[in-house]
C-alpha cells in the first residue's frame, strides 16, 4: 500500500513554470510505475506523464518538450517540472502508482488527492 500527497499548484500566467511533487508513504516506492494524469471540468482524466521504476519515461503529445517527469527514490517523491504553461494546461493534477501499466488510469491503483493547475493568459 502506498499513499500519495501532491503539491506545488497554484495560479501563473502563460509561459511560467512550475514544480510539482508528489510524496509517497509507504513501503516499495522504487517498485512502481509512477504517473501524473490531469483531469480539467467537464473532461476525462487523461495522462500527462509516467516514468517506470527502471526509469523510462512516456509522454503525452502535448506536453513533449515541455514537461519533465522525475523520481527520487530515496525521497520516496515524483516531480513533474512544467515549463512554458499553456492556459490549455489548467486542470487538477494527480500523481498515481501502479505495479503494471503506463498510460491508462485503470493501470494505477493508488492515487493521491489532486492539485490545482490553473494557467491565465
Known amino acids: 500500500q502506498v499513499q500519495l500527497n501532491e503539491s506545488g499548484g497554484g495560479l501563473v500566467q502563460a509561459g511560467d513554470s512550475l514544480r510539482l511533487s508528489c510524496a509517497a508513504s509507504g513501503r516499495a516506492f522504487s517498485s512502481y510505475n509512477m504517473g501524473w494524469f490531469r483531469q480539467a471540468p467537464g473532461k476525462e482524466r487523461d495522462f500527462v506523464a509516467a516514468i517506470g521504476w527502471g526509469g523510462g519515461k512516456w509522454y503525452a503529445d502535448s506536453v513533449k518538450g515541455r514537461f519533465t517527469i522525475s523520481r527520487d527514490n530515496a525521497k520516496n517523491t515524483l516531480y513533474l517540472q512544467m515549463n512554458s504553461l499553456k492556459p490549455e494546461d489548467t486542470a487538477v493534477y494527480y500523481c498515481?502508482?501502479?505495479?503494471?501499466?503506463?498510460?491508462?488510469?485503470?493501470?494505477?491503483?493508488?492515487w493521491g488527492q489532486g492539485t490545482q493547475v490553473t494557467v491565465s493568459s
Open positions: 498515481a502508482a501502479a505495479l503494471t501499466g503506463w498510460t491508462t488510469p485503470a493501470s494505477y491503483n493508488h
